[in-house]
């Protein structure tokens, strides 16, 4: 299947920081690419969706000042935490949708903020 | 909206057969997903059915009817690294083709 990577796959940071992550599809372009949340135990919660070269959409009760998002090319999507809290420590995990409408998980980013 | 409901939990023998059930309400609906999710992993796409009907690959088969609203994923010679949490998500109408996710059934495959 296709491949789809992140970085970085942990990170720890202070409190009030911002913190990118990236999201990579490696051997296809996707115009689309999602960014979700999920708490232990939960299901994956969609953030919102990433389009290249136009703004994201993002879900209700998702702050778009708080997760900015960037999809400046085909196989790259980046989402940054700014002013993290320790409310924000959760497992982030991006998909990329291929041409057959399939969507390819990263592995996920744990963060944690101290 | 959307609203997709699957068991919380599950358990079955090395060796068996399960089948994991998940239903859906969905304002618009474009195909339904099921993913296989180990602890502390992301998730790792099992099967995409958008037709009614019994798509089978391998050990695992997946199921659809779109005019019931159904889905099963079925997991055949369960071994013990199938203990894992399996996701159902039904795929938006939209352009985007978003997904929503169940809340994931564990299961925990005894020996």
């Known amino acids: 299947g296709a491949v789809v990577s992140q970085h970085p796959s942990r990170v720890i940071c202070k409190s009030g920081t911002s913190v990118k992550i990236e999201c990579r599809s490696l051997?296809?372009?996707?115009?689309?690419m999602f960014w979700y949340r999920q708490f232990p135990k939960k299901s994956l919660m969609l953030m919102a969706t990433s389009n290249e070269g136009s703004k994201a959409t993002y879900e209700q009760g998702v702050e778009k000042d708080k997760f900015l998002i960037n999809h400046a090319s085909l196989t790259l999507s980046t989402l940054t935490v700014t002013s993290a809290h320790p409310e924000d420590s959760s497992f982030y995990i991006c998909s990329a949708r291929s041409h057959r409408d399939e969507q390819y998980f990263g592995p996920g980013t744990r963060l944690t903020v101290t | 909206g959307q609203n997709i409901d699957q068991p919380t939990e599950m358990t079955a023998t090395e060796g068996a057969i399960v089948q994991i059930n998940c239903t859906y309400q969905t304002s618009g609906f474009n195909g339904l997903f099921w993913y296989q999710q180990h602890a502390g992993e992301a998730p790792t796409f099992l099967s995409y059915?958008?037709?009614?009907g019994l798509e089978e690959k391998g050990r695992f088969s997946s199921f659809l009817s779109r005019s019931k609203g159904y889905s099963y994923l079925l997991l055949k010679e369960l071994q013990m690294k199938d203990s894992a949490s399996y996701l159902c998500a039904a795929v938006s109408s939209g352009s985007a083709r978003q997904l929503t996710f169940g809340s994931g059934t564990q299961l925990t495959v005894l020996p």
């Open positions: 051997d296809f372009q996707a115009t689309t």
């Open positions: 059915n958008v037709l009614d």
